[in-house]
Nanobody
Framework: VQLQASGGGLVQAGDTLRLSCAAS????????MGWFRQAPGKEREFVAA????????TYADSVKGRFTVSRDNAKNTVYLQMNSLNSEDTATYYC??????????????????WGQGTLVTVSS
């Protein structure tokens, strides 16, 4: 599975941004998709995840209520809608894929496939 993230950029605090992640697989619907981010000098952290059919989602507390993860299985694409951005959201954002919806969907090491990352910079 190859993943291609896009949509990052430079925005101001309070702005919105939508990230996309396109997957090259004929079984996109079978993968749990996750979004992670890594700020300079920090470890990669979980942001959001969505189950294969989109029924289940989960979010990090830091983004809950501001970010929304969604997917379009017909387009093999997962999205991350980010609202009310602030400087602490500045990071490189990665999409990732794994099989199976379990508690480990929030764990970086439990994802098998990763995209290349897209940089989001929020100026205050």
């Amino acid at each position: 599975v190859q993943l291609q993230a896009s949509g990052g950029g430079l925005v101001q605090a309070g702005d919105t941004l939508r990230l996309s992640c396109a997957a090259s697989t004929g079984r996109f619907y079978s993968y749990v998709m996750g979004w992670f981010r890594q700020a300079p000098g920090k470890e990669r952290e979980f942001v959001a995840a969505i189950s294969g059919n989109g029924e289940w989602t989960t979010y990090a507390d830091s983004v809950k209520g501001r970010f929304t993860v969604s997917r379009d299985n017909a387009k093999n694409t997962v999205y991350l809608q980010m609202n009310s951005l602030n400087s602490e959201d500045t990071a490189t954002y990665y999409c990732a894929a794994r099989t199976g919806w379990h508690a480990v969907v929030v764990t970086t090491a439990r994802y098998s496939y990763w995209g290349q990352g897209t940089l989001v910079t929020v100026s205050s």
